[in-house]
């Protein structure tokens, strides 16, 4: 009769002791928040209590509100993303390669990038008026110049014997951007994008408050005049998990495995 041994695997173990321990400090704090309404009698309308925010969540799942909300901001900051990324990648090469390109543009990048983000919600709303083009623009210019900063780092770090060795291989202008200088630089352009969505995200936020009738940041407004705080808390725990899902499940994943894929750690 043959011994059969049980391998014991610490993968699930460790995920489900991360998980746990990322959890906790959240409930921890619901816990907190609860105790400190309870014993000190919070008025509802300065700050809710955790059962008033769950029956006003679950008050705007019922009607649909919460869907439209949601799905209204998600899709304004997959346009205004995508958008920035098709331009600033292409831009943050060519600013790498070429020395005319990135002393003459380098000024009004560090000039602009103080700008980018909330700072043109005004201006946006007079040209592109109130609704889906000022937010969306609003986006783009809180993606567009963290990404192209980015990729203009990732294509500076590329060693230049790297290159002279592909154009000694024969390599042309094409085979050089895809299959040097636009891999070399990936990782640098995927933590770019992490970080320009977080910086997009608040700046959804704030144009949403003042430029749309639709979004999570509409949503806080609004009940901002009628004092329903618990819509308010409700609105903010959403906009934060939404963030946390976003960034743990898919775009921190995204980065690790583009900085693995090309070399610069170990899986």
Request: hydrophobic residues 60%; without cysteine.
């Amino acid at each position: 009769m043959t011994d059969e041994v049980v391998s014991f695997s610490p993968l699930p173990y460790r995920r489900t002791l991360a998980a746990v321990k990322f959890i906790a400090p959240l409930l921890a704090l619901v816990a907190l928040w609860q105790a400190v309404v309870t014993v000190f009698a919070v008025d509802p309308r300065v700050f809710p209590s955790v059962p008033m925010v769950l029956r006003a969540g679950w008050s705007t799942i019922v009607d649909g509100t919460l869907v439209a909300h949601v799905g209204a901001s998600l899709w304004r900051v997959t346009v205004g993303t995508v958008i920035a990324i098709l331009t600033a990648v292409p831009l943050g090469i060519a600013m790498g390669v070429s020395k005319g390109v990135s002393t003459f543009l380098t000024p009004l990048f560090r000039f602009f990038s103080v700008l980018a983000g909330i700072a043109w919600i005004p201006i946006a709303t007079l040209w592109f008026g109130y609704g889906f083009g000022a937010i969306t623009f609003v986006i783009f210019n809180a993606v567009f110049f963290v990404v192209a900063y980015n990729t203009l780092m990732g294509v500076s770090t590329i060693p230049m014997p790297l290159r002279h060795a592909a154009a000694a291989l024969g390599a042309n202008r094409w085979q050089m951007l895809t299959q040097v200088l636009l891999p070399g630089a990936l990782p640098n352009i995927v933590t770019g994008i992490r970080t320009g969505i977080g910086f997009a995200w608040r700046g959804l936020i704030a144009a949403e408050m003042i430029a749309t009738n639709v979004g999570l940041g509409y949503m806080l407004f609004l009940a901002r005049d009628f004092y329903r705080t618990e819509v308010i808390v409700f609105a903010m725990i959403v906009i934060g998990v939404i963030w946390l899902v976003l960034d743990r499940f898919l775009l921190a994943p995204l980065e690790r495995a583009t900085v693995e894929r090309w070399g610069l750690v170990q899986s």
